[in-house]
């Protein structure tokens, strides 16, 4: 054997044994996806090793999209030749041999922002764009996770899985999200139309029981608006984080991969604080709108803060006067935190939640007076268009539910209510709006038959 292909054969077993890859493993890849991720984590240096094979022998340039998650980015290389990353970008070679590999390192300690990287016991929880550089010509990718000794991890992906890969074409990439590997478990939750993949970390575990009911009695709230969830594909992320001030101290969702809650606790609590807290169904109400651009928070925010009272009423969580009471105390927090600012401009805390929530209140009195409401829209919207990966104007929105209820509600609104700097709804007019039966008040807090599918 030539000397020169035998020092090639070596390096390529060399490498192969270093980062647990065989050389067989080195020009194999499945048919079915496009690029393949070995991860192993390496806990006691604070770094994962990845190991990324793609189809085709041409030059590809991959991104993370974040300049500020690349900059964890530790090693690349291509065989024996080192890339260099130029912000969140890095451009490969043209391949000697399809499906070679492409190793790279991550830096994974978390520095000051826990809620995107949060090393817990024997669990890792990461911003995904921290350590998922790709190329945006894959459609479909498949991973595998393991520990320093080689040992299989779980790992939770913010992805739609379809068989044995998943889907990370035309997935808001761009966006945040979150991977938890290591010490983990996946419980499927059944809803009316469709599953809820929860990933409890650590000592969730521990109860696996009593998070798995808190969940199902929030989302099927959610589902008590229309008598369906609003996303047909949504992952829920608990993470406890000790002894807090309350049961949910932080929130938030992500719509990177597919859409996911995020919900990070204090699990020392009794389940009934989290079932009588408002936080789950707020957080999950904000899946009934596409992601917005910025600037729209008070949209955003508006229809979660609106569903999280109503939602809880629909199924008895809070008794019906509970949530007007709720909603009233609310829209009077806006008022005091109202700064002279129309709310399209709102940059008040209270102002942006509770001038938001005043916003679709305003707009469900108003269909309800048509013989619509404000549900049966959000449903003809979950059902025309979500998920959605591009972000949506306010005036997108409004314009797409104007179409869907045939009014000119929402626009109406946006252009007066929301453009006038004054809260939107007046004391004098929320004490004319009375709580009685058979109007469009009491009926807000009647729920829809919620009808249940078969598997």
């Not at 591009?390 to 453009?419: I, M, Y």
Request: with cysteine; hydrophobic share 35%; charged share 20%.
């Amino acid at each position: 054997m030539p000397r020169t292909l035998f020092s090639s054969l070596l390096f390529i077993t060399i490498i192969a044994s270093l980062y647990g890859f065989s050389s067989a493993a080195l020009a194999s890849l499945n048919s079915d996806v496009d690029a393949s991720y070995r991860v192993t984590w390496l806990k006691s240096q604070s770094k994962l090793s990845v190991n990324l094979c793609y189809k085709n022998t041409q030059a590809l340039q991959l991104t993370n999209h974040s300049t500020n998650q690349a900059k964890h980015l530790l090693h690349i290389s291509q065989g024996d030749h080192i890339l260099k990353r130029r912000g969140n970008k890095v451009n490969t070679q043209p391949k000697q041999q399809n499906n070679a590999c492409i190793h790279y390192e991550i830096n994974t300690e978390s520095g000051s922002q826990w809620r995107k990287t949060l090393t817990q016991g024997n669990a890792a929880v990461l911003n995904t764009q921290r350590w998922f550089w790709f190329s945006p010509t894959f459609k479909t990718a498949e991973f595998a996770f393991f520990d320093e000794s080689q040992k299989p991890l779980k790992a939770s992906l913010p992805f739609r899985k379809i068989g044995n890969r998943v889907q990370v074409a035309n997935t808001g990439l761009k966006w945040e999200s979150r991977t938890v590997i290591g010490d983990l478990s996946i419980e499927r939750l059944r809803l009316s139309n469709t599953f809820l993949n929860v990933t409890l970390t650590g000592k969730t575990q521990q109860r696996k029981q009593e998070w798995l009911d808190w969940i199902k009695v929030t989302a099927e709230a959610i589902e008590a608006v229309y008598g369906h969830f609003p996303q047909n594909h949504a992952n829920i992320l608990i993470v406890p984080i000790g002894k807090q001030s309350g049961p949910i101290p932080w929130g938030e969702v992500q719509r990177g991969g597919y859409p996911s809650v995020h919900l990070f606790i204090d699990e020392t609590r009794p389940i009934q604080e989290f079932i009588d807290d408002w936080t789950g169904s707020h957080e999950l109400s904000h899946l009934f709108l596409p992601k917005l651009i910025p600037g729209a928070r008070w949209m955003s925010e508006g229809v979660a803060s609106y569903y999280q009272n109503v939602a809880r009423a629909r199924t008895g969580l809070i008794s019906n006067e509970t949530a007007w009471r709720k909603m009233k105390a609310g829209f009077q927090r806006g008022r005091r935190d109202f700064n002279g600012k129309a709310l399209t401009k709102a940059n008040k805390t209270m102002h942006v939640y509770w001038g938001g929530a005043a916003y679709f209140f305003l707009a469900d009195i108003r269909l309800r007076k048509t013989g619509q409401s404000l549900d049966s829209v959000l449903k003809q919207l979950s059902l025309c268009c979500l998920p959605s990966f591009e972000r949506w104007s306010p005036k997108k929105v409004a314009q797409k539910l104007d179409a869907l209820s045939n009014t000119n509600v929402f626009t109406d609104l946006l252009n007066n209510e929301g453009a006038k700097k004054q809260f939107p709804i007046s004391k004098e007019l929320e004490s004319s709006i009375t709580l009685q039966e058979n109007t469009p008040l009491e009926a807000i807090f009647v729920s829809p038959k919620v009808s249940r599918f078969s598997e």
